[in-house]
């Protein structure tokens, strides 16, 4: 039903339309207390699906990632359209609109997306105020960034904010500091300034009596020898895990038409493009780190096919964005039915 019916109304949308359109539609759901009838027709469960990664006990492997549920907004409905967990944000401290519009575009022929939202967020206390009001034990993810006005200088400070706030309300942390849509964000993945961030962060969650797992989400633009430092840095923070990958800035191979691609300009691609090459990214860390850190697989799974590869090349969780945009909510039991037959 949702590619005959549903997606191509969506699709005669911009995509921030469509995506008030559902939010809309999800949100109504909620506050009538009709969750139910989404578990009824897409949440799928199975012990077997069952998988305990950096001490938490996740019902199933796939996730949404950040960048979708923002502000926490829907958290509840998606849980029961069977997602195993749902990662919120990024959040900045205080709110911000993000970018100027037009900022998301639809890449049809090669099922991708280009955003440059630019962290576009009702800020922290708006966001924790609807997680004080969960109801049902889906997991939480809380993706942080910094404010665009933040100097990097300064950028240790919002990430703080973001943890200490979020802290007694979500399952676990990603440090988002990849986006290719904040000015300078990525200069923070250099090995000294994020070294820095996450040796500082992690020292606070020391100091809680139940500290929770931190990951860093990475770009697939890295090079080898820059993946190397990641690795590096993971074992010398301590931290609990990666996120691969973020969006890309590269346009390889794309089947859209060169001029519409330089129309759009400048933001981060997702969907089928990153498939490969996010994969990649995987493999590197996990072979490289002896399999010792565990990774989120996220870029392009549009397919039970790519979620499996994903899982084979050593991710632990996967999870997905375009993916959904483009397959619809039955995507996330079609992929977990799949691995139930491995």
Not at 87 to 104: D, L
Not at 225 to 242: F, N, S, Y
Not at 252 to 266: C, F, Q, R, V, Y
Not at 274 to 287: A, D, F, G, P, Q
């Amino acid at each position: 039903m949702y590619k005959i019916l549903i997606k191509p109304f969506l699709f005669r949308f911009v995509p921030e339309t469509a995506h008030k359109i559902v939010f809309t539609s999800l949100k109504l759901i909620q506050n009538l207390n009709l969750n139910f009838l989404l578990k009824i027709i897409y949440h799928y469960k199975n012990n077997e699906l069952e998988r305990e990664v950096f001490g938490i006990k996740f019902p199933n492997p796939i996730g949404l990632a950040a960048g979708l549920d923002k502000d926490a907004e829907v958290f509840e409905a998606l849980g029961n359209i069977g997602f195993g967990f749902v990662e919120i944000g990024t959040v900045t401290p205080k709110a911000q609109p993000g970018n100027p519009k037009p900022r998301a575009f639809r890449l049809i022929e090669d099922e991708g997306l280009i955003n440059r939202m630019g962290f576009n967020n009702e800020g922290l206390e708006a966001c924790v105020n609807r997680l004080k009001k969960r109801k049902s034990k889906i997991i939480i993810g809380g993706n942080i960034g910094k404010n665009k006005i933040t100097p990097n200088e300064e950028a240790i400070s919002d990430y703080e904010k973001g943890f200490n706030a979020l802290f007694s309300w979500v399952d676990y942390f990603v440090v988002n500091v990849s986006s290719p849509n904040t000015p300078n964000l990525r200069a923070l993945q250099d090995k000294e300034p994020l070294t820095k961030l996450l040796s500082h962060l992690m020292a606070l969650n020391k100091q809680k009596s139940l500290p929770k797992p931190i990951l860093l989400k990475i770009a697939p633009d890295l090079t080898n020898e820059q993946l190397d430092d990641i690795i590096e840095i993971v074992k010398t923070t301590g931290i609990d895990g990666i996120v691969a990958t973020n969006t890309t800035i590269a346009r390889n191979h794309l089947k859209t038409d060169s001029k519409i691609i330089e129309n759009i300009g400048a933001g981060g691609l997702s969907g089928k493009p990153l498939t490969k090459r996010s994969t990649e990214v995987i493999k590197y860390l996990h072979t490289k780190s002896n399999g010792s850190i565990p990774i989120i697989g996220v870029g392009g799974i549009h397919t039970p096919e790519d979620a499996i590869e994903k899982l084979e090349a050593g991710a632990s969780l996967i999870q997905l964005y375009t993916g959904f945009i483009y397959e619809g909510p039955g995507i996330v039991k079609k992929i977990n039915k799949s691995l139930i037959n491995l």
